[in-house]
């Protein structure tokens, strides 16, 4: 499985078969209970990981305590990389969400297939530059646009990731969904009800159904849906 794993990630997925082998042979799997923490912010960079099974948020902590979600990862996604190339320290904090299994890659031994297959560090590249983008995004949402705009612009795009245009599911909880979009549950909760009323979605536990796809568009576009 963990092969598998391996070859369906962007970093990997390029890679000749005797290239995945050398990969494979210097990660180490570790196990992690839900709430397990993988590394805090400010440790020093000596790896990082692709998750096997279960989900990796990636955070940051206000001076009040506050939590800011930055990420939410799944089976094949690729974190912790940035150090790689740096050498430096995490840039933030990463923590198990549910039970889960994760590949550790040690920086030394990375470099070292680096040097000897340049299409390892091109992928990695390429991956930082996906990241560096979702984060200008991630920042221009919540600094420029209020939290509804930011709810319907996931839910647009969580709905192009799973190829549905009518029904998403969340993979995340409500809570960590709204660390996510920079608000708390209870301002959440309102917000979902009140697009419900709209006619926008309708709420089924995990499962939202997007009543109006476009309205939702517009509404993470300009703050606005479509029908006003």
Known sequence: MNKTIASQSILFKELPAHH????????????LEK??????????????????EGQVKIYKLSLEGKEQILHIFGPGEPFGEVPVFSGDVFPA???AVKKSRVLF????????????DPTL??????????????FTVQIEDLSLKEVPARLAGYLVLLSKEQQNPSEVCLHISKGHLA????????????I?????????????????????????RMLAESGRPGQE
Do not use: Q, W
């Open 93 to 95: 904090s990463a923590e």
């Open 179 to 190: 660390s996510f979009l920079g608000t708390i549950p209870e301002t959440l909760s309102r």
């Open 20 to 31: 995945l082998e050398a990969v494979l042979a210097i990660a180490v799997e570790k196990p």
């Open 121 to 134: 560090a091109l992928n990695m590249l390429a991956v930082l530059s996906r990241r560096l983008r979702d």
């Open 192 to 216: 979902l009800k009140k697009m419900s009323e709209k006619d926008l979605i309708r709420v089924n536990g995990k499962k939202i159904r997007l009543l109006d796809y476009e309205g939702l």
């Open 35 to 52: 709430g397990a923490l993988i590394f805090s912010e400010g440790e020093p960079g000596n790896g990082f990981y692709i998750v096997v």
């Open 105 to 116: 890659f040690p920086r030394r031994r990375f470099i070292e297939l680096i040097s000897a």
